[in-house]
């Protein structure tokens, strides 16, 4: 399902005709060279095309009229080589669809003591030119990313690698058709949502099937398709039961979700426990795999966190740690070492597994069904955030909380299912505290992979409310923040 590199940015560099041509074509050489090089960085994931050393307003139009109606461009960076007058950039930014990058940099590093003249001030003048770019954007409103820094260091590719992951999860986010296998669970308040609203804002097309389609296609499932798929379980996972049944059952039920989700151009799924028609088993192990394929799954028919699974897991392709769909689900509160014990009934991805996973099969006491097979195993230590998508009525806010998960300081030896154990930022009571005043959902997209710069730039480009929970949040702080977005979201 890769998408990625198939994606390319455009640089676009800004000049006039005032210098002679001369200093244009060493500035348009010079920008060949730099899209190349960045493109060569192993922290940039796609490429990036030198486009147009543009110096009058038709330039600049045209190439964003282009930019526009191109489906391989996914955003276009900007950059003042020289000084490029920005009345000239007014049409051209306003028809603007895509995602905005202006880098602040320059060719040379430093400045060369003894060559240094008039001649060299004039065809090196970003950090004036960028100003005048910078104003446009601020006086326009546009939503934009700045990077500022030397293009050649590190930090700057990342900084620029990581908006253009963002950029993808817009384009993600405009493609993205969810399928919901039933409703929601009965009474639940944080997993509605307007989807007419999310499908204006953030692209979504959520729709629903009915469960009774989903047993049709179950019960064109052949054996031998089950049989291989077997085979593909066995290689991968440590069969840990006898109950081969209920593993054959999850296969039939993989092989069939999957094939519906590929026949309507879905990547992102839902089902819920009280609507299982003639299901013989809750979806576990089967959704498991799906998640571990990239399609974006929520439980009792939470479609958001569904679409922002597959949303981050898009983004975030070919980077280490793992996405999953997770639950908080309880904690362990030993005064000063607070810890979150991460969920779900089944359903955690095995992307963030540190271990081989296990199949297992048990009761599950929800539902009403056959015991269904599922991986258990534990979520690897390391840096993560969590995610949740609510919507506050009118707008939609995107919290995003950092974590640090640990190696679960218990083995749970009864516990038959996947298991993350985290601190939530700043610490598990302060953290849950702001999470709790902010809104956040009990379902949450967990990454390791994801930071929360990538989902504050998605936010911008999408227009949607961004909060974060930090090492530095405050309870106070965070409270006079979402009052005064509460204000600011009703002026806009
Ligand atoms: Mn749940």
Not at 118 to 126: C, E, G, K, T
Not at 193 to 217: A, C, F, P, S
Not at 288 to 316: C, F, H, I, N, P
Request: glycine share 8%.
């Amino acid at each position: 399902m890769s998408n990625l590199t198939k994606n390319e940015f455009w640089f676009i560099v800004g000049s006039q005709f005032l210098y002679g041509p001369e200093v244009l074509e060493t500035i348009e050489k010079r920008a060949a060279e730099m899209a190349e090089v960045l493109s060569q960085s192993p922290v940039i994931p796609c490429k990036i095309v030198y486009k147009v050393t543009a110096k009058t307003p038709d330039e600049i139009t045209q190439v964003v009229k282009d930019a526009n109606y191109d489906d391989t461009c996914a955003g276009v960076i900007t950059w003042m080589h020289t000084f490029s007058p920005s009345k000239m950039w007014i049409n051209g930014l306003a028809l603007l669809q895509k995602p905005y990058l202006h880098l602040h940099t320059q060719y040379n590093r430093n400045i060369p003591n003894l060559e240094i003249n008039m001649d060299f001030m004039n065809l090196n003048q970003s950090a004036h030119g960028d100003r005048e770019h910078g104003f446009i954007g601020a006086r326009m409103r546009l939503a934009r990313k700045i990077v500022v820094g030397y293009w050649q260091d590190q930090n700057v590719q990342e900084h620029i690698g990581s908006w253009m992951r963002s950029a993808i999860g817009t384009k993600a986010s405009r493609d993205l058709k969810v399928v919901r296998f039933g409703d929601n669970m009965r009474n639940v308040a944080v997993t509605e949502g307007d989807k007419v609203e999310v499908q204006i804002k953030l692209g979504w097309q959520v729709n629903t099937w009915g469960t009774g389609d989903l047993v049709t296609e179950l019960e064109k499932v052949t054996v031998a398709e089950i049989d291989a798929l077997l085979d593909e379980y066995r290689q991968k996972y440590t069969v840990a039961t006898d109950n081969i049944d209920s593993i054959r059952y999850q296969a039939r039920e993989e092989i069939a979700i999957k094939r519906i989700l590929d026949r309507e151009g879905a990547r992102a799924f839902t089902n819920t426990f009280e609507d299982l028609f003639e299901m013989d088993q809750l979806p576990g192990l089967s959704t498991q795999r799906l998640l571990e394929m990239g399609y974006g799954y929520g439980g009792e028919g939470d479609w958001k966190v569904s679409a922002m699974t597959s949303v981050v897991k898009q983004m975030t392709e070919g980077l280490p740690g793992g996405t999953t769909f997770m639950e908080d689900y309880t904690y362990d509160l030993e005064p000063g070492k607070e810890l979150s014990l991460g969920a779900h009934m089944l359903e955690v991805c095995p992307s963030v597994a540190t271990d081989r996973p296990r199949i297992e099969v048990h009761p599950l006491g929800i539902g009403g069904k056959n015991d269904p097979a599922r991986l258990v195993f534990e979520g690897h230590p390391g840096n993560a955030i969590v995610i949740s998508l609510v919507d506050m009525g009118g707008r939609l806010r995107l919290i995003v909380q950092d974590v640090e998960a640990v190696k679960p300081i218990y083995d749970m030896p009864n516990l038959p299912v996947a298991r993350i154990m985290w601190k939530a930022m700043p610490d598990l009571l302060t953290g849950a505290h702001c999470w709790i005043l902010a809104g956040g959902a009990h379902h949450t997209v967990f990454s390791y992979a994801a930071t929360a710069e990538m989902m504050e730039d998605w936010a911008e480009m999408m227009g949607i409310e961004f909060v974060h929970i930090t090492k530095d949040t405050t309870v106070e702080s965070l409270k006079q923040q979402l009052f005064l977005a509460d204000l600011a979201w009703k002026l806009r």
